[in-house]
T-cell receptor
Framework: ETGVTQSPTHLIKTRGQQVTLRCSSQ?????VSWYQQALGQGPQFIFQ???????GRGNFPPRFSGLQFPNYSSELNVNALELDDSALYLC?????????????FGPGTRLTVL | QQQVKQSPQSLIVQKGGISIINCAYE??????FPWYQQFPGKGPALLIA?????SEKKEGRFTISFNKSAKQFSLHIMDSQPGDSATYFC?????????FGTGTSLTVIP
């Protein structure tokens, strides 16, 4: 186990709704990244937070937003849900040793948009 | 645009055989190349990783071969076991950006 937890496990929403996904990072890790993994695809980088500030963003629209809290837990918010947002959402907490970032992934939240 | 290209999409290997998964990249700024193993319903788990200043890294039955000039790297699983059946992702990173391949579904037949 990586020590990274996510909630909820599964979620069903309808198009146009808003959703909040939560992640609890591994203890001591102050960096968290969020990924979208569509069925049969590799994870796609959404954004990263470091010490409560956004620290890099992939090719996702502004309706994907996030927060990181002082205890390093974080949230992914998605507004105006679209059918294509159906995917597994993964968070990963980063451990940096020297110049190497190692990512520890949570089990993911499976979002279905109807 | 896919930053990291991975092949094959699926692979079936007999128990005890060698599984080989290949990846290629274009961006020479990538400086760290991890491989992840993912079981159904789980998040990806780091398996083994390599830096481009090394041509090979071995950990147990898992070996990464890295060809910097060709911008290619591969994962070799020796003595493949049914428990190795999973989806494998290669990745390439620069700074805080991780780019994943599309995954290889490995099935090891007993």
């Amino acid at each position: 186990e990586t020590g990274v937890t996510q909630s909820p496990t599964h979620l069903i929403k309808t198009r146009g709704q808003q959703v909040t996904l939560r992640c609890s990072s591994q203890s001591g890790h102050n960096t968290v990244s969020w990924y979208q993994q569509a069925l049969g695809q590799g994870p796609q980088f959404i954004f990263q937070y470091y010490r409560e500030e956004e620290n890099g963003r992939g090719n996702f629209p502004p309706r994907f937003s996030g927060l990181q809290f002082p205890n390093y837990s974080s949230e992914l918010n998605v507004n105006a849900l679209e059918l294509d947002d159906s995917a597994l959402y993964l968070c990963a907490s980063n451990s940096r040793v020297g110049r190497t970032d190692t990512q520890y992934f949570g089990p993911g939240t499976r979002l279905t948009v109807l | 645009q896919q930053q990291v290209k991975q092949s094959p999409q699926s692979l079936i290997v007999q128990k005890g055989g060698i599984s080989i998964i290949n990846c290629a990249y274009e961006n020479t700024a990538f400086d760290y190349f991890p491989w992840y193993q993912q079981f159904p319903g789980k998040g990806p788990a780091l398996l083994i990783a390599i830096r481009p200043d090394v041509s090979e890294k071995k950990e147990g039955r898992f070996t990464i071969s890295f060809n910097k000039s060709a911008k290619q790297f591969s994962l070799h699983i020796m003595d493949s076991q049914p428990g190795d059946s999973a989806t494998y992702f290669c990745a390439a990173t620069t700074g805080n950006q991780f780019y994943f391949g599309t995954g290889t579904s490995l099935t090891v037949i007993p």
